[in-house]
């Protein structure tokens, strides 16, 4: 129970955050976009969901729920919380100096590597890789750190995938769509084939019959989580391409 609290807690001060900076930066600058809102809140609500209660309990013994919590937990949450903005946010809440310095680690040779596609691929795909083909997985269930570990390394590394894949907060080192996307697929490849991989080979400890249905639920949930990110990818790509004639002609259309 004290880990599910310590992660819980996490995501609480995170949403709790978020919402304060709302208020703070309603106050100097127009209304902070509501779709923005909700999607923190429901990103948070999913990640909870994964650390605490029922799900989480269950996830210790029932390999599908597990798997159902990796998918809030790794890839809802981050994409939810990613079209959240928060950096945005942080940018235009925050006093002048505080904000600069921020985007001067943004900037830095470590906030390049960090937000780097390739990079947040190889710790987000290659740590799941690692998590289920070695002992990780059923130690994770016997040791109070590397549980809490691992929950938050698949959450941020989600969350760092996501945002380098789509850029919703500001970014200094922007990269093609063609890059983005060629990366994007090679990512979701290593996922559909670790999930059938555990179909076939299962982590130590999980039954058999478990582990397919796990891998299953990996599969096809985490296709649907990847169909949206395609479609956000697509549709930033096409604002950004399509003629400026056509453009003002869609929103004069929009406008009646």
């Known amino acids: 129970m004290i880990p599910q609290l310590i992660l819980a807690s996490f995501f609480l001060m995170g949403l709790i955050g978020y919402l304060v900076a709302v208020v703070i930066s309603n106050q100097s600058y127009k209304q902070w976009p509501l779709h923005r809102i909700i999607c923190a809140v429901s990103g948070s609500f999913c990640a909870t969901v994964a650390v605490f209660g029922p799900l989480a309990d269950l996830g210790h013994l029932w390999f599908p729920a597990h798997m159902m919590g990796h998918l809030l937990l790794g890839m809802l949450a981050p994409l939810l919380l990613v079209l959240a903005a928060p950096m945005s946010l942080l940018l235009r809440t925050l006093p002048v100096q505080p904000a600069r310095f921020i ?34 997985y059923p130690l994770m269930h016997e040791y109070v750190f590397l549980h809490l570990f691992i929950h938050l390394h698949v959450f941020i590394a989600g969350y760092l995938f996501t945002a380098s894949i789509l850029y919703i907060d500001p970014i200094s080192h922007r990269l093609s769509y063609l890059y983005r996307s060629i990366v994007l697929i090679l990512a979701l490849a290593a996922h559909n084939i670790l999930s059938k991989y555990l179909y076939a080979q299962p982590p130590n400890g999980v039954p058999g019959d478990q582990a397919q249905l796990g891998s299953q639920i990996m599969y096809y949930g985490g296709d649907a989580v990847d169909l949206a990110i395609i479609f956000i990818l697509c549709l930033q790509w096409y604002k950004t391409t399509r003629p400026r004639s056509q453009w003002k002609k869609e929103s004069t259309l929009l406008s009646y």
């Open 103 to 136: 985007t001067r680690l943004l900037k830095s040779w470590v906030g390049q590597i960090s937000l780097h596609p390739i990079f947040t691929t190889l710790i987000n795909v290659g740590g799941l890789w690692l998590l289920y083909t070695t002992e990780l």
